[in-house]
């Protein structure tokens, strides 16, 4: 098996120069895309085992259940319905949790004892569910055993003990005493390094229209390079803050990559883990989206300066 080391940058580590070799846990979660060739998945599995804690996918259910519409694609053939299955078999096997994600807005009652049906029924044992806020009683109730990850898609935190862990993005990357806060309730803290919305977001619901409305709004008051840089999240911040922060041997970290293929998450990857010089990847404009996902900022990344980026970067916290 292909085993990785880490390979972060300790001198200068804002512009990923100098080389410190370090052995890793499992602490990544990354979303599974069925469009790829079943072989090319397990070898993916087979590759990152070793990183991976989980792999997170949607309930092939049909539309209710999905937050992007590029699923109705992905799950309506019963091969793929049935790749799922072995897939998530040979993630048990490897030690890779399966981690069903039950986070879509609005969903019915008889929709979420859908959900538990098909579960109960292909994945009994299954290890971890995401989740809303509004259905966690219910599944803890039906997965008394599997850990129960508050969803970033809740848009905002309560705390809840009904839930084992947090999912937290956003300002909680740049936000050490918020993340202890966290921890201090007495969760399990999963850190969503590459979604990239934006900080003062609040809307009830993810939505294209206030996701507009607030990036628009906020380049009146910052430039577009002032903003990524903000809500992007390089590897070499991740090194800063696993060396800055006394709590980091306690977090985990989760990778937007639901819609990506299985290479493209292979790269993330690899840049998170140093595998490959974060610099070297950024020389394609079109790899900003690793990360810093969010769809504003894919549009227009041939008009970000790298340069620039960084020495923002240089004066933000992790």
Request: charged share 25%.
């Amino acid at each position: 098996m292909f085993r990785l080391c880490i390979i972060m940058r300790a001198d200068n580590n804002d512009r990923g120069e100098n080389v410190l070799v370090h052995n890793s846990n499992k602490r990544f979660s990354v979303g599974l895309n069925l469009s790829d060739e079943e072989d090319t998945i397990i070898a993916f599995l087979d590759k990152y085992c070793d990183y991976l804690t989980s792999v997170y996918f949607s309930l092939p259910l049909g539309l209710p259940y999905y937050s992007r519409k590029a699923l109705i694609q992905e799950y309506e053939s019963s091969e793929n319905q049935e790749k799922l299955l072995r897939v998530c078999s040979y993630m048990k096997k490897l030690g890779i949790h399966r981690e069903a994600a039950i986070n879509k807005s609005n969903m019915t009652c008889s929709e979420i004892e859908q959900g538990i049906k098909y579960l109960k029924t292909y994945l009994p044992d299954l290890e971890e569910i995401v989740c809303l806020q509004e259905y966690a009683r219910t599944l803890k109730e039906a997965f008394p055993h599997a850990e129960l990850k508050y969803s970033f898609n809740n848009m905002t935190i309560r705390f809840d003990h009904t839930f084992d862990t947090y999912v937290l993005g956003k300002r909680y990357l740049r936000d050490m005493e918020r993340r202890h806060e966290v921890l201090g309730q007495g969760f399990e803290v999963v850190l969503l390094l590459n979604n990239g919305c934006s900080f003062n977001c609040f809307a009830h619901i993810c939505n294209p229209k206030d996701c507009q409305r607030v990036f628009r709004q906020n380049l009146e008051r910052k430039s577009l390079d002032y903003l990524y840089a903000e809500q992007s999240f390089f590897p070499s911040e991740l090194f800063r803050l696993q060396s800055g922060d006394p709590e980091s041997y306690r977090y985990r970290f989760k990778l937007s990559t639901r819609p990506a293929t299985t290479q493209m998450t292979s790269d993330m990857l690899d840049a998170y883990l140093g595998a490959i010089p974060e610099k070297e990847i950024l020389r394609d404009y079109q790899h900003f989206c690793y990360f810093g996902a969010l769809n504003r900022f894919t549009r227009r990344a041939q008009d970000l300066n790298l340069e620039q980026i960084y020495s923002y970067k240089q004066q933000m916290s992790v």
